[in-house]
């Protein structure tokens, strides 16, 4: 972080706050505990405790990729997205899966007031991301953003592989994100499933009874069959994957979506990947920051933390994020404000140039 008080350098460099004290006054300057050292005075009193130290600006912070050890990460939920052409029923399967939390009485098994749902399974969670919309999901993969862990294929029995189909094994190629195949429909007259999957063989998606890597499942989401079977088979899924993630850090994550509401302000929809979310945090996406003011989960429930594969939405922030923004939780509110600050002020710039620059064109256009 860029400044820090002399209470936060002694703490990074696990000295006595009174040995950095002494050595301030030592070299011309009194402060107390809490008061502010600029980055030259960072330097120099770390230089002269025969310290190396390096200043980073909050956009390197932002961008540092954090390792954590094999002990710091636990197991965690998969995140899974549902994708199709259009009509083979994403929604209806997303429908029946969660009346099927119902039927099996668990305690808060579905819903979706925003972008995404929590189903229970026995004693297992799985987070749905229920509107991607291609859009969406292309805009965080440009980004680098693994925002899922699974692409549950919806392919209906009596259409077959249709345009949209194969874009979405595209999505999941290009995002190394392994597929699971619902073929649905299998109530309709003309449904065969067996169609389906020798069509998909040509898109190298193969049955594993056909010696392949993909698990299939055929499902009716009207009639409700086999949604079961489709829950057990993502959670199988998911432990070929091992998913984990370090719950006990700052969070970061994902925006899935935002919106200004009229009564709340900006509201963002973030999936926490790594970390535990509070209110209270100060976050960071894209060119906006603020202080979570109240963290609500797919219910509608206030929550007081976020744990990695959970949605929730943010209040309190500055401006509305863009759905596939990063966001990161900063220690520092100053440097959360600085970086979202410094971010939009690049962006009017940029778009200044781009106008500056159509202008002059015109000019010469009209000499
Ligand atoms: P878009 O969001 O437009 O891409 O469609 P979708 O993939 O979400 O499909 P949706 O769930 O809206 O279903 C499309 C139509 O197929 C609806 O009329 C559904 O009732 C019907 N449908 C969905 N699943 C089944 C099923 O298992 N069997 C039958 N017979 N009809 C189904
Ligand atoms: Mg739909």
């Keep these: 972080p860029q400044g820090a008080t002399v209470q936060k350098f002694a703490e990074l460099l696990a000295v006595g706050p009174n040995e950095v004290i002494k050595r301030l006054f030592m070299l011309g300057n009194v402060l107390t505990l809490t008061q502010s050292m600029n980055d030259e005075l960072i330097e120099l009193v770390a230089d002269d405790m025969g310290r190396k130290v390096r200043v980073v600006s909050p956009e390197e912070e932002f961008t540092v990729v954090y390792h954590d050890s094999d002990d710091e990460l636990k197991p965690r939920p998969p995140v899974v997205t549902v994708m199709g052409h259009v009509d083979h029923g994403k929604t209806s399967l997303l429908d029946a899966i969660r009346d099927t939390g119902v039927a099996a009485g668990e305690a808060g098994g ?98 594993e009874e056909w010696g392949g890597a993909n698990m299939f499942v055929e499902v009716s989401a009207k009639k409700r069959l086999h949604i079961d079977d489709l829950l057990e088979t993502i959670l199988l899924q998911a432990d070929v994957l091992e998913l984990r993630a370090n719950p006990d850090a700052l969070a970061s994550g994902f925006v899935i979506e935002a919106n200004l509401d009229k009564g709340r302000g900006p509201v ?67 440097d959360a404000r600085r970086l979202a600050e410094e971010r939009a002020l690049r962006e009017r710039l940029t778009a200044q140039d781009a106008k500056t620059h159509t202008s002059l064109t015109d000019l010469f256009g009209r000499i």
């Design 110 to 207: 579905i819903t979706q007031h925003i972008g995404a749902s929590v189903v229970t399974v026995g004693s297992r969670k799985i987070t749905f991301i229920d509107t991607p919309g291609h859009e969406a999901f292309t805009a965080m993969r440009a980004r680098g953003a693994q925002v899922t862990d699974i692409i549950v294929l919806v392919v209906a029995a009596d259409d077959g592989v249709m345009p949209q189909t194969i874009e979405a094994i595209n999505h999941a190629r290009a995002a190394n994100v392994p597929i699971v195949v619902a073929v649905n429909k299998i109530d309709k007259p003309g449904a065969n499933a067996d169609r389906v999957r020798q069509e998909l063989t040509t898109y190298e998606v193969v049955p």
């Design 268 to 334: 963002a929809t973030v999936l926490v990947q790594r970390g535990t979310l509070k209110p209270g945090d100060v976050l960071v996406a894209g060119t906006s920051y603020g202080r979570v003011r109240a963290l609500i989960d797919p219910h509608g429930a206030h929550i007081d933390s976020a744990i990695p594969a959970s949605p929730a939405e943010v209040l309190g922030l500055s401006s509305v994020p863009v759905a596939g923004d990063e966001f990161r939780v900063f220690e520092d509110e100053r």
